[in-house]
């Protein structure tokens, strides 16, 4: 349970003193988290399938769902955001949401782990290595900020977006992991986020929201065909993600145990269910079961699954695919044309209102047997004031300061690229390069 | 000499091809192209957003030809790529002043 | 050993049972299976696999090899299958397969865990969680029932697949499982295997079969250019199947040990011996070695050595491989145009026939030494006799059951779109979407 | 440690032991090796995603950077390759480059191992399954082989390629993996290469120079449009390497420990670094951030962390990261150009250039703490020399050998493919087969 | 009748479609194709070796059309295709001597 | 006016645009087309099933240009676009009525 990480990564510091300081200290304390070869098994894995999930699954999701004169430049902005975070990470992200910050704990961590300093071989976070526990959070930052690259789509500058995300990273998406897994505010309340509703999904939904307004409609939104040029790269693209997922939200567990299989499990169950929901949603209301529908549902259950995936049974899972799949397809094909912003490949459609469903439904159906909490189902109907309150901080927070990136980076050099280069494409005036 | 444009549906073009090879025609020339017309189109949605797709793929295809030879090569393609249903399409012919065979530098009908 | 799972999950949850029930009966006893975090962590990791090996696996291989007008189609087959299997298997199918089925149990299992009733934590499946052992056996049934796809290409109504596939999950999938992996009378007659031969490729091969016989033929079959669109797309598709096959055969031994680690390498040596010999089978008799030669002659070798990966060693591997590669080469090269049924993408010349030939030759090299079973070419020659039982079973079932499936199908809503939606393509014909 | 393999076949547990546990502990008797599940989860894992790097991970980086018309046989030679390798592999390979070659052994192993004669289902390496490391190092064998292609791409004929590979992976590969790995004179000189910086990428960019001068330019170069087709395919290859490499790196820990941690942690970051760098150094210099560019860097920072991986910390990765993207940018687009050779894909520029960078660095920012072995920068200059020795020896001995093989196949049967078949297209003219 | 080409920039092929429909045309062909004009290509650089690209993406229309028709097909294509910036593109009128719609073998004007 | 339509092969494109622009030629535009002719055709197997693949990657290329050139610019693309085997490709010549520039409305030759 990620909630507890911080707990155990506190103690593994610790404990990492003892073991190379005074072995002989330890002989009366309890015996200390030794490192379990399985569990480092399995979170190396982790990390490597969560990496996937952006490099190349989101890439593809969203290159396939531009026009095919943008396909490079969104896929770059995926790749480039991967290293970026990355170095962002190593470099402080790291130390400040997962090392203790002192008196402003409840805020932000500390800075012992800047450029990892005295991260050791033989350091532990609970049974892994320290180094895996850094690499496997550092894809789930790497992720967030790539999601957001789709409501931002076919018409951002390339510099603009670099140092949006940089100081997104930093500002946004750090604290709010503190304050979730790292220790921080929102984990001593006791809101539930296994694997990342609010601190991935609900964030990178919201920041994107925030962009598309800032950023305004693509040219030709509403009049021209703007529409997906390559669906084959979306369902690689989607059916990468289903298979790292297993990485995100089993991997939660940190452990490979129980728990990560029961999330296994639930995850693969509200994926399917979420899937098949949006499907037949759409061939009752649109006469037709789309490619783009299904993996749009099943990437709506994922994203529902995820803060639940921990606490919630596979009972529970059908039922937050089926709210998911109905719930998602209304916000990315009614509720964005109503409203009318150009959220371009539906960033907040499906993971911003999927992260928001999911959070809520597991306050409805986290099973004490299952992840040792007891949701309203079981009576703790107070567990979804909780969950509101997890939703409304990071929705709060996160737009407010989106949105002053965004407006500071836009006087500062300009967000958007001009009317001709949009029009030639983002491949050519961006990257100088074609897909031929 | 005439310059014979004909648009057709794309899986006619094998039996057009080889009802023209038995004609005696040696040569054309196909392109991949779109066609509007009376065939209606269909839409594609996505997400909820709805595109009409209007313009249909079809199959041009050029031949330069003897004038001697435009109307049987005309009926040939009538006949061949008809289906009867809207949207057969079109054959459209042009006068042609000159032809160069480029390999022999051989001109007018030698070099069809 | 997968037909050792049975007792296995017999034995589990007793033990289960046990742990809930009456803890105080354990203190005497043996001692209970314990979860193994290495075996669990690579279990975790094999169902994460195979699940990539039907998304996008299947559907990359499939999708490139149709024209492009239906690539999407095709992919949607097999993507709106691993939905649709999950749910069933969550449903009913897990608990009809894998559980006791009591006085029936020779037929089928029991209703122990519809929608996973009872399926804890805590509960286990050998020395994993029962959870990853359910999930893992759900991805072994969604890809056999996407490798039927390949038979049926071009030319179904999308409707009429998903009853199709519901309905064959659940009448001939389930059964089948049931009698090799679960307990019932293949099991209990000594057919050998490990990971498939007969449940999955033989199943999907032979249901293929009957599918592309009831369907008949494309339109254009013989007459007009039906080449692969992009073996681009299928050569990434056959490479994650080969990388996912890892998790198939290996994981099948549900552990981390010496067994997984010899059921990859005869996978390896097999897949790569039959992908050769079919590359030079088709230089020496066609003139040219091609793409799709070789990833068909891999594809060939993996599912040969799928039932005997756990019982065969490497030189057994060896001559395995270039078996499947010359016979599947025989099948799907000349043999279906010798009897002109119209297997789209030869579902059948390379899961039925490779199926056949690898259960059979698993009951002619299986050593002692590896898998405990002695093969005829150790002297037991009857091994043969019962693989053939085995396989003879399995398809006879297999094509009765499917036969009438399809044909009630066939009277109730149709199998097939119109001509002039064939002729159109299926991605936009029966999903409003097309490739750009 | 990858050197330490051949005696951590039989000394692993001991060592490991000495440096986790007690050391007075050990005066008694070693405890043999026993089989831990932890490890062989993930060199089981490491295993199946190294194999993805070369299918479809170079097939893909390679198969977008060529023209339309060769795609196919560009994937098709990572494909074949992996399979004749693997063949070999098992017929000879393993058994010369890892078991003892007694009085030989300094020089090449043994035949112990032939046709993997006498490996058991119970035989270890350290503590994992044998038959598991011989898989691991087979997909080593297959990944270096298939990057040379890189530099031969276009124009060699597929029956020489096959040819070449046989004869490379036999007299270059095996012996030079013998000597780093294998217990050979390079590991008793104390030369450092934990995941192949010299056995994998200064062999793969030195073959591929020699064989770039051998088979002369592409028609056309410098002349015709030879721009990268489709980069969608290249990002996707890249993307995967990234990804497998965790199992190249991490894995060559053979176990699942601190050591693989730190592993992964070194390459994310190195890989990062240089990916940002090289995208950098083109914006600066040639006006625009490309995503060949970002790709290219990734994989200049993926090879020259590979011989350092297990000994560096996260700040010598950052330096090595930046070397590596700075070097590599410049033998890729500027040292090619001005030396005038058709190092077509850059297998030289990249893995050449790159793995020098990274051997030479290894020797420089080796860390005590991390791998037990000093670099320059803690007082250890000598460790330089050391490094400069393996690079020297590998770049010697691979260039005179893959000369001497280039020039008998160009002989016997011809390199290069005849001018016509090189303008009409590989795809169409060796193997039969459009993309259409 | 007058068989017209016009060559324009891609996105004005929705307007430029438009547009003629309105005038009353009831078909016309489509093709993709890649000009080189006045209007400067752009530079790709792939590690260090630079490619000039002087063909730019262009749509080509082709439509048959009455003679009475080719003065305001030609100055509403003139009208709607027009951003004023070099590579806008062309119109050519070339003589059409035949037409014939494959489905009813109509010739002539009816055939359009 | 003359409308010069040449087929040539795909490798050809260069430099015949090359040595076209040394003749004076501002603009033409290019279209990616399948040929048919004497040049043979391939064989596509796959799988057992043998597919013959008559048409061939062409280039097509479109110019509009003053009558006064037309004899230096057949022979020019003759020249440069020769190799001597089957399947060099062909120019044809049709008389163009009227071109217009659609940037700024000038006709004829000027709009060349
Ligand atoms: N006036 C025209 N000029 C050029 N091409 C035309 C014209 N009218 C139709 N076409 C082409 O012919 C195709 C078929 O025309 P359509 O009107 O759909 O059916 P039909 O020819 O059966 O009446 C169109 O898709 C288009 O490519
Ligand atoms: N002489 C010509 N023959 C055929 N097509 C031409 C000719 N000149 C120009 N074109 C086409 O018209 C397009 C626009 O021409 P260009 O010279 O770039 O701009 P403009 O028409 O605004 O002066 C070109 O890209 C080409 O496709
Ligand atoms: N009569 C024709 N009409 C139109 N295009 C033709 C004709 N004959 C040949 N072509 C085009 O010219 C190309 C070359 O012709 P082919 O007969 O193969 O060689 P060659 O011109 O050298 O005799 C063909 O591929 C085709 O595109």
């Known amino acids: ?436 | 000499m005439k310059f014979v444009i004909a648009i057709i549906k794309p899986f006619k073009l094998d039996p057009v091809r080889d009802a023209l090879t038995a004609l005696g025609v040696e040569g054309m020339t196909v392109t991949e192209v779109k066609g509007f017309g009376r065939q209606k189109g269909h839409a594609e949605i996505y997400r909820g957003a709805e595109y009409q797709v209007d313009f249909l793929p079809k199959t041009k295809i050029e031949l330069a030809v003897d004038d001697s030879l435009v109307d049987r090569i005309t009926e040939c393609i009538v006949n061949t790529a008809r289906t009867g249903k809207i949207g057969d399409g079109k054959i459209f012919v042009l006068d042609l002043g000159n032809a160069t065979r480029i390999r022999t530098g051989e001109t007018d009908v030698e070099a069809l």
Chains 1, 3, 4 share one sequence.
């Not at chain 1, 490597?48 to 969203?62: D, F, K, Q, S, W």
């Open chain 1, 1 to 436: 349970m990620k909630r507890l990480r911080y707990s155990a990564a506190a103690m593994a510091a610790m404990v990492i003193g003892m073991v190379f300081a005074a072995p002989e200290a330890l002989a009366q304390a309890a015996p200390p988290p030794k490192l379990d070869s399985g569990d480092t098994a399995w979170m190396l894995t982790s990390t490597a399938i969560v990496l996937m999930m952006t490099i190349p699954g989101v890439a593809l999701l969203y290159g396939g769902m531009v026009r095919r004169k943008n396909v490079l430049a969104t896929m770059m902005q995926s790749f480039a955001i991967c290293c970026l975070a990355t170095v962002l990470w190593m470099m402080l992200g790291y130390s400040l949401a997962f090392t203790d910050g002192g008196d402003l704990n409840a805020w932000i961590g500390g800075l012992g782990r800047i450029f990892l300093n005295g991260m050791t071989v033989g350091g532990l976070t609970g049974t892994i290595p320290e180094s895996v526990f850094m690499t496997f959070q550092a894809t789930f930052a790497i992720i967030t900020a790539a999601l957001i690259t789709g409501s931002l789509a076919d018409r951002m500058k390339f510099s603009a977006l670099m140092w949006f995300m940089g100081l997104w990273l930093v500002f946004v998406y750090v604290p709010i992991a503190h304050w979730v897994w790292g220790g921080g505010f929102l984990a001593d309340a006791g809101v539930l986020d296994f694997a990342g509703g609010t601190v991935v999904h609900i964030n990178a939904g919201v920041s994107g929201l925030v962009g598309a307004l800032v950023l305004g409609k693509r040219i030709g939104y509403g009049t021209e065909n703007l529409a997906p040029h390559n669906l084959v790269l979306s369902v690689i693209g989607a059916s990468l993600l289903w298979v790292g997922w297993f990485g995100f939200n089993a991997g939660s567990a940190v452990a490979a145990n129980g728990s990560a299989g029961m999330a296994m499990a639930v995850t693969q169950i509200a994926t399917a269910t979420a899937a098949l929901t949006w499907m037949f949603a759409e061939w009752k209301f649109l006469g037709k079961p789309s490619v783009l529908g299904i993996i749009s549902g099943a990437i709506a259950g994922l994203v529902a699954i995820t803060p639940a995936s921990g606490f919630v049974d596979p009972s529970g899972a059908l039922i937050i695919g089926i709210v998911a799949g109905i719930v998602c397809y209304w916000g990315a094909t009614i509720l964005k044309h109503k409203l009318g912003y150009d959220d371009s490949l539906d960033c907040f459609g499906i993971h911003g209102i999927g992260g928001i469903v999911g959070a809520l439904l597991t306050g409805v159906f986290a099973a004490e047997a299952i992840g040792g909490t007891k949701g309203a189902i079981e009576g703790n109907v107070a567990q979804i004031g909780l969950q509101m309150y997890g939703i409304g901080v990071t929705i709060i927070y996160c737009a407010v300061v989106s949105f002053i990136i965004f407006k500071i980076i836009d006087v500062v050099i300009g967000l958007r690229i001009d009317e001709d280069s949009e029009r030639e494409g983002l491949d050519q005036t961006l990257h100088g390069e074609t897909v031929h």
